[in-house]
């Protein structure tokens, strides 16, 4: 059975500096999580990022990072990935940053 998240999805308050960050530049947060998920380069998907947020569909390189953080972690989809992406992917951008620092992983700057 899925474990529920540490973090909420609507929690990013919680930790000040990873919200502003997450509502700041949150393409830079998204590329930094993804290194720590899968290991993926950080400013190559921060540019992805970026360019398909212009255009509304971020959640193309977003949810399916989001997939393996919960697969690794074997965290309930709550909401789904694809509205959490989609619609509050700031939001789940700093909730899957959180998460991974509550589980241990630390960030290379």
């Known amino acids: 059975m899925a474990q529920a998240w540490r973090v909420g999805l609507f929690g990013c308050f919680e930790d000040i500096p990873t919200c502003l960050l ?5 393409c830079y947060l998204f590329g930094q ?9 950080k400013i ?3 540019v992805q990022y970026a360019c398909f947020s212009m255009c ?4 193309i ?3 399916p990072r989001r997939q393996q953080l919960r697969a690794t ?9 694809f509205l959490a992406t989609c619609c509050c992917s ?4 700093c909730q899957e940053a959180r998460e991974m620092q509550t ?7």
């Open 22 to 26: 997450g509502w700041c530049c949150s």
């Open 33 to 41: 999580n993804a290194e720590q998920i899968d290991g993926s380069n």
């Open 44 to 46: 190559s998907l921060c």
């Open 56 to 59: 509304g569909l971020c959640c």
């Open 61 to 63: 390189v977003h949810k």
């Open 73 to 81: 972690y074997n965290l309930a989809e709550d909401p789904s990935d």
């Open 90 to 93: 700031g939001c789940a951008n």
């Open 103 to 109: 589980r241990g992983m630390l960030f290379n700057n």
